[in-house]
């Protein structure tokens, strides 16, 4: 299980996360939506150990910056960060290395199969167009198939093979009982099996309600989306349904420094 409880993150005077508390049970996977600045990649960057905040993260009981969380943890981020020096394929089998895997070729060899960058192994970083550069990261961060995935908007830049491909290999993830974070402001994107959604705006999380309540309330997604970020019928969402962090204040432990 995923716990964060309480985690507050400025950047400067800018509110990012403001007392941010959820879990993630373990085999489930949930849809972090909110508009843009809403605190999405923060949250994201704060769990996978990447910033400082106040308040804490842990995984199975572990401190997410131990080795042992590290370990179980995987992080698809928004923006991909490649080599400009080395190929399509020395990316991948950098990544099997720093994870220690072994027997790793035939799975780097899915990957890219899958992806479409069977014929691009050779190519160097810099030589990719955006699109590729995206379906790289994609495969550099499923490649160590770990137990938690966070992915910060994974379907941005995509083509709709791949697209298509992602949505597949996160429904067969699911059936595998990896827990899924998947962060996006696209509702319509949402169009995989899901179980959870939490819905962040101005730093604090909204809504925090699994696919089974929704549906037995009537509604989409959309709705309750519009409902928690717009106030639109608002008192129609049951009291249970909204999080605790609705009320909550602004936050007072400001954490120092940026980075972890
Ligand atoms: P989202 O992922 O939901 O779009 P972010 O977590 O990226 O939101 O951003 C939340 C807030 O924090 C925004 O106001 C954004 O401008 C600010 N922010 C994000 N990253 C930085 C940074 N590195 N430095 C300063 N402010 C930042």
Known sequence: MLDVREVTKKYGKNLAC??????????????LLGPNGAGKSTI?????????????????????????????????????SLYPNLTVVEHMEFIARAYKMTNYK????????????????????????KGMQQKLNLCIGLLPDPDIILMDEPLL?????????????????????KTMLISTHIIDSVDMLWDRTIIMQKGQ???????HEIDGAGK?????????????????????SLSEE?????GKDEAKGEEA
């Not at 999380?205 to 696919?211: D, G, L, S, Y």
């Open 106 to 129: 035939e799975r780097i060899n899915m990957l890219l199969d899958r992806f479409e960058l069977s014929d691009k192994k050779k190519k160097f970083g810099d030589e990719l167009s």
């Open 205 to 211: 999380v909204r809504a925090n309600v699994t696919k």
């Open 157 to 177: 830049g995509l083509d709709p093979h791949a697209i298509k491909e992602l949505k597949n290999y996160i429904e067969e993830m699911r059936q595998a009982g």
């Open 18 to 31: 403001d007392h941010v508390s959820f879990t993630l049970e373990p085999g489930s996977l949930t849809v």
């Open 44 to 80: 994201i960057k704060s769990i996978i150990g990447f910033l400082k905040y106040s308040g804490s993260i842990s995984i199975n009981g572990l401190p997410n910056k131990s080795t042992q969380a590290r370990k179980i943890m995987g992080y698809i981020p928004e923006m991909p």
């Open 220 to 240: 989409s997604l959309e709705d309750l989306f519009f409902e928690v970020t717009e106030g639109i019928e608002k008192e129609a969402v049951s009291s249970s």
């Open 246 to 250: 609705e009320s909550s204040s602004s």
